[in-house]
T-cell receptor, first 115, second 116 residues
Framework: QKEVEQDPGPLSVPEGAIVSLNCTYS??????FMWYRQYSRKGPELLMY????GNKEDGRFTAQVDKSSKYISLFIRDSQPSDSATYLC???????????????FGQGTILTVHP | NAGVMQNPRHLVRRRGQEARLRCSPM?????VYWYRQLPEEGLKFMVY????????ESGMPKERFSAEFPKEGPSILRIQQVVRGDSAAYFC??????????????FGEGSRLTVL
């Protein structure tokens, strides 16, 4: 079993739709949860991060973490064609020692938003 | 402020040759990470380095792979005697010490290795 599971999709939605992306994880030690966005042939870039359980909102993006069910979600409101990319969830054990920057990624979900 | 620079962007090698991938972190960043992205798989951690030190290499294959981050110059990921299974995109990331607690890494655009 992978430590972080993510449905690879692909997911295709019309412009303006609400998009829901999800991951599950198995390691209770994970404390930091992130969403990275990766455009084709580019490196990933950080979209959002949260520490422990809870919600975090940034513009059209909302990240949710439910540690009790080990579930991570990213919601995109009013999706735009420019949101078309691969979305990667990532987790990290609480910072300290060699855990710095050692991220465990999901497989990534390919999202296409069509006009 | 230039981002993380990786070169070459594309590299083709025949089986048995050596591949050297270079990474210059963002200015002021002292932490460097190498990740590998195989086809149909997510990014996998390989190694974490600081200047002149390997901090964590738990994701590196035991043979043929090595990494360094010298006092001067870029970080280098070296793959000796490449095999077809080494074909992948290799991403370098960097961060300043203060940001590593949040998991925010700044990634380069990757080096795509193809082994014939």
């Amino acid at each position: 079993q992978k430590e972080v599971e993510q449905d690879p999709g692909p997911l295709s939605v019309p412009e303006g739709a609400i998009v829901s992306l999800n991951c599950t994880y198995s390691n209770s030690a994970f404390q930091y949860f992130m969403w990275y966005r990766q455009y084709s042939r580019k490196g990933p870039e950080l979209l959002m991060y949260t520490y422990s359980s809870g919600n975090k909102e940034d513009g059209r993006f909302t990240a949710q973490v439910d540690k009790s069910s080990k579930y991570i979600s990213l919601f995109i409101r009013d999706s735009q064609p420019s949101d078309s990319a691969t979305y990667l969830c990532a987790t990290m054990i609480a910072a300290g020692g060699t855990s710095y920057g050692k991220l465990t990624f999901g497989q990534g979900t390919i999202l296409t938003v069509h006009p | 402020n230039a981002g993380v620079m990786q070169n070459p962007r594309h590299l083709v090698r025949r089986r048995g040759q050596e591949a050297r991938l270079r990474c210059s972190p963002m200015k002021g960043h002292s932490h460097v990470y190498w990740y590998r992205q195989l086809p149909e798989e997510g990014l996998k951690f390989m190694v974490y380095l600081q200047k002149e030190n390997i901090i964590d290499e738990s994701g590196m294959p035991k043979e043929r792979f090595s990494a360094e981050f010298p006092k001067e110059g870029p970080s280098i990921l070296r793959i000796q005697q490449v095999v077809r299974g080494d074909s992948a995109a290799y991403f370098c990331a960097s961060s300043p010490p203060g940001l590593v607690n949040t998991g925010e890494l700044f990634f380069g655009e990757g080096s795509r290795l193809t082994v014939l």
